[in-house]
């Protein structure tokens, strides 16, 4: 199907030109121009955000989960359209864009069916005692509520779950907080389309148009000018680490600081216990294997390092992780940069010493295959740049002297999103003590499956601790992620007529 942009941005929910355009480089067919963002955009978004969030923090549950699931209806009305220029854009499959498309508009709905609810409030009551000695207590309610305009940075590698009406966006609605989203520039195309749904959305619902509002391109003077506007009361964010800390440190540096909830990144390791190695270690390796490689190796959960101890079924994982990596097509990466970046880390773990290459593949332009390294745990121990984060298919095999030594290696890792125990029955006796260490370590631990990709529920948890993410209290997948952007109000001896509706239900 044939989509030609509009190429503007979308401010208060009219169209918006530019003084200067940038083009757009996809994957496949030609690029069309777009509206690049400045500061001055960034400061009208921001005014109509909070102009409208007088209006929107105070419409019903019921009003905002309308609002929620007429955006999934527009955006599944545009379906066709998102997977066409979706696909120029990224090259992602279009079943794996249409399934993400699946997903964006299934987290939207459960939002709207989870704040319909209620609990999410966490509504608390202690009732007056004016008789209690030696002091009355006075009468207490507390209710959850929004917080005010929220930024969004749209991510480079979900151009639906996690960019324009991603899990920030729905969360931050469903909150009751108007959204300015940041656009990619690997995808504004896509972006663009999303965009308009929420704004068609809007007018169906007739929510005020600073509901929302959407600033494509921009140099990093626009990503500094929305984190910094006084306006904007907290930020979403996923991306690089080095992108991430900038803009937390610029959050953290304001006369008001706001908080800033990065998914920054993580290597995700997964840990073979020794009975799990001998049963199944073929199956576990071709299993890693193909983890490693959805999605060209670019979900923030890829499995990207593997921890065993040599032994029984240790070659049968080797060869068979080895087999199915070095006999993989080439997969198309998003954009020239992290191919680019994807290329970096590869000479940077190569070139390590103690790493020796188990499979050499390459990475011309944005097509690459997947690469396998392996190390020992003293190695893996005495450098911590093995333990960074390549985006991309690539596999790094550390193996442990013992149990002491796989001890050793929990307990230096980073901050993680996912941690995985792959284990029989037989091993819990020697995983045991590795649960109370990984456990501080990563927001999800898994017992034999593979962390890529995050289901969207009530008890998923997907953040961890630093650089993992910026804050481990939170998660920016599942319906905790909607506390991000409320905050607590205790009201006290309050007359009833003043008290807000959702603590008279």
């Not at 993400?100 to 202690?126: N, P, S, V, W």
């Not at 997907?462 to 993992?468: D, K, L, S």
């Amino acid at each position: 199907m044939s989509f030609t942009p509009h190429g503007h941005h979308l401010i208060a929910g009219e169209k918006a030109a530019g003084a200067t355009t940038f083009r757009s480089q996809p994957w496949t067919g030609e690029g069309h121009d777009f509206a690049v963002g400045t500061p001055d955009l960034v400061d009208r978004a921001a005014r109509a955000a909070e102009e409208a969030f007088a209006v929107y923090a105070a419409t019903s549950r019921e009003d905002r989960a309308a609002f929620l699931e007429a955006i999934a209806g527009e955006i599944e009305a545009r379906g066709a359209k998102i997977t066409a220029i979706g696909h120029a854009e990224t090259g992602l499959p279009e079943a794996r864009l249409e399934g993400e498309r699946g997903r964006t508009c299934g987290q939207l709905r459960l939002f709207a069916e989870h704040i319909r609810k209620g609990d999410y409030l966490d509504r608390r009551h202690d009732a007056a005692l004016p008789d209690r000695a030696p002091l009355p207590r006075p009468e207490l309610r507390m209710i959850q509520q929004p917080i005010g305009p929220v930024a969004v940075f749209g991510a480079s590698n979900f151009p639906l779950a996690f960019s324009v009406a991603g899990g920030d966006t729905a969360s931050a609605f469903a909150a009751g907080c108007p959204v300015v989203v940041k656009g990619h520039s690997a995808h504004p195309g896509t972006g663009e389309i999303v965009g308009d749904a929420i704004v068609a959305a809007a007018v169906r619902c007739g929510l005020p148009g600073g509901v929302f509002s959407l600033i494509q391109g921009g140099k990093r003077d626009v990503g500094q000018a929305l984190v910094q506007h006084s306006l904007i009361k907290a930020v979403g964010f996923t991306g690089s680490l080095a992108g991430g800390r900038a803009l937390f440190d610029l959050c953290a540096q304001r006369p008001e600081p706001i908080p800033f909830f990065g998914e920054l990144g993580s290597v995700n390791p997964m840990f073979v216990m020794p009975a799990a190695l001998e049963a199944r270690g073929a199956a576990i390796g071709e299993g890693w294997a193909g983890s490693l490689m959805m999605g060209a190796g670019q979900f923030c959960t890829n499995p990207g390092v593997a921890v065993l101890v040599e032994g029984a079924g240790a070659e049968d994982f080797r060869a068979a992780a080895k087999a199915a990596l070095e006999t993989a097509a080439p997969q198309v990466m998003l954009t020239d940069g992290i191919a680019a970046a994807y290329r970096a880390g590869r000479d940077r773990i190569a070139g390590t010493d103690g790493v020796r290459e188990l499979v050499k593949s390459s990475c011309e332009a944005r097509n690459a295959t997947p690469y396998l390294y392996e190390t020992d745990g003293a190695t893996w121990l005495a450098d911590e740049d093995l333990a960074e984060e390549v985006f991309g298919p690539l596999g790094l095999i550390v193996v442990a002297r013992d149990e002491a030594e796989r001890q050793e290696i929990a307990r230096g890792l980073a901050g993680q999103l996912t941690v995985t125990l792959q284990l029989e029955a037989a091993d819990e006796e020697v995983a045991a003590p590795l649960m109370p260490v990984l456990m501080r370590k990563a927001g999800r631990l898994l017992a034999n499956g593979y962390p890529t990709g995050a289901e969207v529920a009530d008890a998923m948890v997907h953040g961890g601790p630093y650089p993992a993410s910026t804050n481990f209290g939170a998660t920016s997948v599942g319906t905790l992620a909607i506390r991000r952007f409320l905050r607590p109000v205790c009201l006290q001896n309050m007359p009833e007529g003043l008290l807000p509706e959702d603590l008279l239900d």
